[in-house]
């Protein structure tokens, strides 16, 4: 057994005294079991391959939402590819987008005359990938498109849009298969709703 850390919190920012939250109680609802995922996985793959048939890709996965996403969906595509990761931060642990990127490691891929394909867990705002493509832009690539296991159906503040999309969702916040309410709940096989009471309102 571990001994209890006094530094662990529960969501709301409550001691949980060492002890472990009950990740699926907090959830209000399952939207996709990991069967529904896995299955839409092998239909996007199956997508994918066909476009980019006899390209070489370079896949950039956008830490650390997509890590899950990615291990699943590119052990479906036959292709050959490269692939780097890019870690960004805008939320700073919270609900909404603070506006601003933070590169914190800029992508060395391959990005000059390859085609890109850039990984991402969600398009909420779009503040995120469209600072990415933008950057990424000036690097040359022969194309950039982007693919998103979830897609919220909403305004968003910058217009962007995805090529590849898993499921769209309503305005929700969810959690799971890669996806975080600061920092928790990745590791979920599935994906559900956060109870909204463990939000600040
Ligand atoms: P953006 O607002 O499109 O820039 O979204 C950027 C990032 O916010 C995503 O890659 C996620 O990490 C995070 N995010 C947005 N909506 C959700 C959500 O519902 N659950 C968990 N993370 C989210
Ligand atoms: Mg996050």
Same mark, same amino acid.
């Given at each position: 057994?571990?001994?209890?850390?006094?530094?662990?919190?529960?969501?709301?920012?409550?001691?949980?005294?060492?002890?472990?939250?009950?990740?699926?109680?907090?959830?209000? /609802?399952?939207?996709?079991?990991?069967?529904?995922?896995?299955?839409?996985?092998?239909?996007?793959?199956?997508?994918?391959?066909?476009?980019?048939?006899?390209?070489?890709?370079?896949?950039?996965?956008?830490?650390?939402?997509?890590?899950?996403?990615?291990?699943?969906?590119?052990?479906?595509?036959?292709?050959?590819?490269?692939?780097?990761?890019?870690?960004?931060?805008?939320?700073?642990?919270?609900?909404?987008?603070?506006?601003?990127?933070?590169?914190?490691?800029?992508?060395?891929?391959?990005?000059?005359? /390859?085609?890109?394909?850039?990984?991402?867990?969600?398009?909420?705002?779009?503040?995120?990938?469209?600072?990415?493509?933008? /950057?990424?832009?000036?690097?040359?690539?022969?194309?950039?498109?982007?693919?998103?296991?979830?897609?919220?159906?909403?305004?968003?503040?910058?217009?962007?849009?995805?090529?590849?999309?898993?499921?769209?969702?309503?305005?929700?916040?969810?959690?799971?298969?890669?996806?975080?309410?600061?920092?928790?709940? /990745?590791?979920?096989?599935?994906?559900?709703?956060?109870?909204?009471?463990?939000?600040?309102?």
């Amino acid at each position: 057994m571990f001994a209890a850390n006094k530094r662990d919190f529960d969501q709301t920012g409550n001691s949980t005294g060492g002890k472990a939250i009950n990740m699926q109680a907090n959830l209000e /609802r399952i939207l996709f079991d990991e069967k529904t995922i896995l299955r839409r996985l092998d239909e996007l793959a199956a997508q994918i391959s066909a476009d980019y048939h006899g390209c070489e890709l370079t896949v950039i996965a956008i830490l650390n939402g997509s890590l899950i996403f990615m291990a699943d969906l590119l052990r479906r595509i036959p292709l050959p590819l490269k692939l780097d990761c890019l870690s960004v931060a805008s939320y700073h642990g919270g609900l909404q987008t603070s506006g601003e990127l933070i590169f914190r490691q800029v992508a060395s891929p391959d990005v000059a005359g /390859r085609h890109i394909l850039l990984l991402d867990d969600i398009l909420d705002s779009g503040t995120t990938l469209d600072a990415i493509q933008e /950057r990424l832009e000036t690097a040359s690539p022969r194309s950039v498109r982007i693919c998103v296991l979830l897609r919220k159906t909403k305004l968003r503040q910058r217009a962007i849009d995805a090529d590849y999309i898993g499921f769209d969702i309503a305005d929700e916040f969810v959690v799971g298969y890669g996806l975080d309410y600061m920092e928790r709940y /990745r590791n979920l096989p599935y994906i559900g709703v956060l109870r909204k009471e463990l939000m600040p309102s």
